[in-house]
């Protein structure tokens, strides 16, 4: 007869779960006159997987003055997420939150500042791979904000990872870290 095993298998960091989800864009302006006058890009650059030259100016990512603005990812299910990561103006500070499964939101990331040359920097690290490992957390949506600096505010990547792709209510033998054999 036929038996059925289960082997375990490693899941790894998962994979970019913020990838070209919904963006909505809260209080950031048409354009804005530095490096030239530029427009505001498409919501979608923000997390359509590709990062910027270190040093880019800071005008071709989503960009804002103040600190009311807010960029918005539907990540469209909830997910299970630990790590991340940020291209954003190398000057300022930003806050990464959460929005949990009871629709609350929650600090998940202080992302600080990391002066060099000017313009865009990765966080956490400059090689635009290394992952911030942050709290594990369930997310239905990811929130980002400036909260200090020069009051140019701008991020042109966030990339958001979990030990699993797959949506909390969907598992999956692959979520669990098991494949079955037959």
Known sequence: GVQTCALPISVGYGQNVALGKPVTQNGLPASYTWCGTQSQPAAGTINNGSFLAETTCWLFGSFWTGTSANIVIDLQGTFTISSAIIQADNNDTY????????????????????????????????????????????????????????????????????????????????????????
Do not use: M
């Open 95 to 182: 806050l990464v939150e959460y929005q949990a499964p009871d629709n609350s939101w929650n600090v998940w990331w202080n992302v600080p500042a990391a002066f060099n040359a000017g313009g865009v920097s990765t966080r956490p690290n400059f090689n635009q791979t290394s992952r911030q490992t942050l709290p594990t957390v369930s997310a239905k949506a990811i929130r980002v904000s400036a909260t200090g600096g020069d009051d140019l505010y701008a991020v042109t990547e966030l990339q958001v990872f979990g030990p699993a792709s797959t949506p909390v209510g969907t598992p999956t033998l692959s979520q669990w870290g098991y494949i079955a054999l037959t």
